[in-house]
Nanobody
Framework: QVQLVESGGGSVQPGGSLRLSCEAS????????MGWYRQAPGKARELVAL???????TDADSVKGRFTISTDNAKNTVYLQMNSLKPEDTAVYYC?????????WGQGTQVTVSS
């Protein structure tokens, strides 16, 4: 079992920044994949950014150049730095972990971008 604790959501104006955090209850070195998805109202959950063991990183075209995924291995934590936020980034953001072949999800944190 893996517990994920998310923090960092909130409301910002367009152009603002937020940083999301997700702490895992297992060592990050044992995790196969770790990252972030989001789900806007009425839409399917979509990948935002992902780190695969070995360091490979991928992110959605819609966030390239604005969002950065990173980890703090000592804290077993993955971050999502979100800059130049747009109204279309409004969604519930979920931390995701693939561990021993099973997917785990955080509780979700709301990000609202509005003037």
């Amino acid at each position: 079992q893996v517990q994920l604790v998310e923090s960092g959501g909130g409301s910002v104006q367009p152009g603002g920044s937020l940083r999301l955090s997700c702490e895992a209850s297992v060592t990050i070195f044992s995790i196969n994949r770790m990252g972030w998805y989001r789900q806007a109202p009425g839409k399917a959950r979509e990948l935002v950014a992902l780190i695969i063991s070995g360091g490979f990183r991928t992110d959605a075209d819609s966030v390239k150049g604005r969002f950065t995924i990173s980890t703090d291995n000592a804290k077993n934590t993955v971050y999502l730095q979100m800059n130049s936020l747009k109204p279309e980034d409004t969604a519930v953001y979920y931390c995701y972990v693939l561990y021993n072949g099973r997917a785990y999800w955080g509780q979700g944190t709301q990000v609202t971008v509005s003037s």
